[in-house]
């Protein structure tokens, strides 16, 4: 009798999931477009040159604006971030070789070469870079420079990008039930600092002679890098 109650509860709890994958199934296909907003969006943040907003401030606006499921939110946001870096990783060395002196490309290229040398540790500074609330332009800026190949460095940056926007949607779905909370959340002294330091290590990319820093430990600023 015991076996007989425990096969039934166990055939409703399967068949009550069955319900809920359907009906999530079903809402996802039925809201396409607002996920395919979400991956815009996320490539748009991430395909630009310079430090913009975090990719996950539009997927947390996205998805309290549409009720979306957060694990599909992330999901698709990350999919468009990392395209988004491996587009950048495609264009800026042609836009680097208009815009910026030789010495500053090979400078960089340098630098690029230097990091390949460290093999895993390198991979662990890009997964530990990745999960701190900082733009990571800077990161994939100076691989496209120096020529990485975008496999190198997408696979750590996607475990750390991963885990970091998860956190992050879920702790925005949870402080920012408005979009007047999110704007505000937008414009505090958090967000601010976070874009501070992204300028600062673009500045410290393109400015810093690494050649010099790293083969005769001397630290040299060089301004005139543009052509």
Do not use: C
Request: charged share 15%.
């Amino acid at each position: 009798m015991r076996t007989v109650i425990l096969q039934t509860q166990s055939n409703q709890i399967l068949h009550l999931r069955g319900r809920f994958e359907k009906v999530l199934l079903q809402k996802v296909k039925n809201m396409w477009w607002q996920y395919l907003l979400v991956f815009i969006g996320s490539l748009l943040f991430d395909v630009v040159p310079f430090p913009f907003p975090p990719a996950f401030t539009i997927m947390v606006f996205l998805q309290i604006m549409f009720g979306l499921n957060i694990w599909v939110v992330i999901v698709v946001g990350v999919a468009g971030s990392i395209l988004g870096r491996y587009i950048l990783t495609l264009y800026i060395p042609l836009l680097a070789g208009k815009i910026f002196k030789r010495s500053k490309n090979e400078d960089v290229q340098f630098l690029g070469k230097k990091m390949k040398e460290k093999g895993w540790r390198s991979q662990m500074v890009i997964i530990a870079y990745s999960l701190l609330p900082l733009p990571t332009t800077p990161l994939f800026l100076a691989a496209g420079m120096a020529k990485i190949k975008a496999l190198y460095i997408i696979p750590a940056f996607f475990i750390g990008k991963f885990i970091s926007d998860t956190i992050a949607v879920h702790l925005g779905k949870y402080a920012a039930e408005h979009v007047k909370n999110l704007i505000e959340e937008a414009l505090s002294w958090k967000s601010i600092t976070s874009l501070a330091m992204g300028l600062l290590l673009l500045g410290a990319l393109l400015f810093v002679d690494w050649r010099s820093l790293i083969q005769k430990r001397k630290f040299q600023l060089k301004f005139k890098i543009w052509k």
